[in-house]
């Protein structure tokens, strides 16, 4: 019997080792690919709502409402848990290779293994961490159905789901992994406000996605639309901190720049006027991120940095930070003497915040050394050191 199959194995072998081969490979390719398969497979037999459509009712019945349960039954403090974080780890712990994976291989990767949470003090993250990973699995799957559940619907409150995803991953120290919700909640709410736009006129063919030209028409119907407005400070995270610009490594807006740009631009055309000043101030502070990041470009970048630094000037809150910080600007473009005239007009300003003093007095002090009047410059190193005759040079400042 063997011998008559080994005869035949030799007869056809090419055939044999060929069709052999291919079933290496796709088995390979297939086991390689699997959770992109299977969430492929998932969503072609799902039978979700019609685009612009949502589904509120099964959202919650389904999803949302075994996800909250999920967390009161087990008495989860996600507060307690977010703060055995590690602090290097509370900006983002995946890794490039990781940052495109799906949800179902992410899902299965950090089930049941604490990987980067190890000392004994993180038993009570350790044993709630399945937990709060399917509450993130369900509500992964109700935002397909709804972004917000309407107080009428869930009989207590109104939930947005994109900002209790963000409060379950925060307490498993993955904070950046929330960020694609909040992205396609803004993406929700444009195809909505097209959607409405475009109904207006019945004639007018809907195609999706829809061309950029149409978005001055887009963000004019979204001025001071406050979910819009929210939405995007939640996915760029809010004012960026003048910090970041000497430190700007393991954060959202640090990895990608680019698009907190893109989305700070629709921000400043759709919000109040009040609020332009911080926002003036966040975008310079991207665009000097910019400059670093792409040195054969820092020049135009730091043009842009200095026109929003001017724009934050014309609002009393942000007056005196964008004074000093386009001082320290233009020191870094090797521009003292500028420097210097900005820090005139900064001190007539009488800053209140003891932070932004001390600020004044470390950039002044390296703007003198840069025009080589050291002696005036040693006035200002120690603040509370100072002779009657530096008391007379800082009166000049």
Request: proline share 4%; charged share 25%; with cysteine.
């Amino acid at each position: 019997m063997l011998s008559i199959i080994w005869r035949q194995i030799k007869k056809y072998k090419y055939v044999f080792f060929s069709l052999l081969l291919i079933w290496i490979l796709g088995g390979l390719l297939i086991y390689n690919y699997r959770y992109t398969l299977i969430s492929q497979l998932y969503l072609l037999f799902s039978n979700f709502p019609e685009w612009g459509k949502p589904n509120p009712q099964k959202a919650y019945d389904d999803f949302v409402k075994p996800a909250i349960e999920i967390i009161e039954n087990n008495k989860i403090n996600l507060q307690a848990m977010q703060e055995l974080c590690p602090s290097e780890l509370k900006s983002n712990i995946l890794y490039d290779s990781e940052s495109n994976w799906t949800f179902l291989k992410k899902y299965t990767f950090y089930s049941f293994d604490a990987q980067y949470i190890t000392l004994k003090n993180y038993d009570y993250w350790m044993k709630n961490k399945p937990y709060v990973l399917e509450s993130i699995r369900l509500l992964n799957e109700a935002q397909k159905y709804a972004f917000e559940i309407p107080e009428e619907v869930s009989k207590q409150k109104n939930i947005l789901l994109p900002l209790l995803i963000e409060q379950l991953y925060f307490s498993i120290c993955l904070p950046n992994e929330s960020k694609k919700y909040w992205k396609r909640y803004i993406d929700f709410l444009e195809e909505m406000t097209y959607k409405e736009i475009f109904l207006k006129n019945q004639n007018q063919e809907i195609v999706l996605p829809f061309a950029r030209n149409f978005d001055l028409d887009l963000l004019k119907h979204m001025e001071n639309h406050f979910k819009y407005i929210y939405a995007i400070k939640s996915y760029i995270g809010g004012i960026i901190p003048y910090s970041l610009i000497q430190n700007c490594k393991e954060e959202f807006i640090c990895k990608i720049p680019e698009e907190g740009n893109f989305y700070i631009n629709k921000l400043i055309f759709v919000s109040p006027r009040e609020n332009l000043g911080n926002l003036f101030l966040s975008q310079a502070r991207i665009y000097i991120i910019l400059a670093k990041k792409y040195r054969e470009e820092q020049t135009k970048y730091l043009k842009l940095a200095l026109e929003r630094y001017y724009g934050a000037l014309d609002y009393p809150e942000t007056r005196v930070e964008a004074f000093l910080e386009m001082a320290e600007l233009y020191l870094s473009m090797d521009q003292p003497d500028k420097a210097l005239i900005t820090l005139q007009q900064f001190a007539k300003e009488k800053p209140s915040k003891l932070i932004l003093e001390n600020f004044y007095h470390t950039v002044i002090h390296k703007t003198l050394i840069s025009l080589k009047r050291y002696e005036e410059a040693e006035c200002f190193k120690e603040k509370y050191l100072r002779s009657p005759e530096c008391n007379k040079i800082t009166k000049q400042f």
